[in-house]
């Protein structure tokens, strides 16, 4: 079984910054896409970041300039630092990874359980 474990949420003031950070774990071979989505109460699951397996990047708009997407390969680690955080950036955020784990080695989607992140005002 593979999973993928979230930690680093927690409550912020607007302005301030939070550091999340997810980790595969199990038996895989390898990891492709790594990817942060996140979740308001009352909306749809929403891509944040992504980054490739060439480290190519993508971000919505709505985080762009303020959100920076990273991985680790070593530590099988991806990381999402948020700073200037806003009231509308609080939710749930996912942590999502296309990796490989067992014949034919073809990439499989796995989804974190979530951590929750609040931006009071």
């Known amino acids: 079984q593979v999973q993928l474990v979230e930690s680093g949420g927690g409550l912020v003031q607007a302005g301030g910054s939070l550091r999340l950070s997810c980790v595969a774990s199990g038996r895989f071979f390898s990891i492709d896409a790594m990817a942060w989505y996140r979740q308001a109460p009352g909306k749809q699951r929403e891509l944040a970041a992504r980054i490739s397996s060439t480290g190519s990047l993508n971000y919505a708009d709505s985080v762009k300039g303020r959100f920076t997407i990273s991985r680790d390969n070593a530590k099988n680690t991806v990381y999402l630092q948020m700073n200037s955080l806003k009231v509308e950036d609080a939710a749930v955020y996912y942590c999502?990874?296309?990796?490989?784990?067992?014949?034919?080695?073809?990439?499989?989607?796995?989804w974190g359980q979530g951590t929750q992140v609040t931006v009071s005002a």
């Open positions: 999502n990874a296309d990796l490989r784990s067992r014949t034919p080695w073809l990439p499989e989607n796995y």
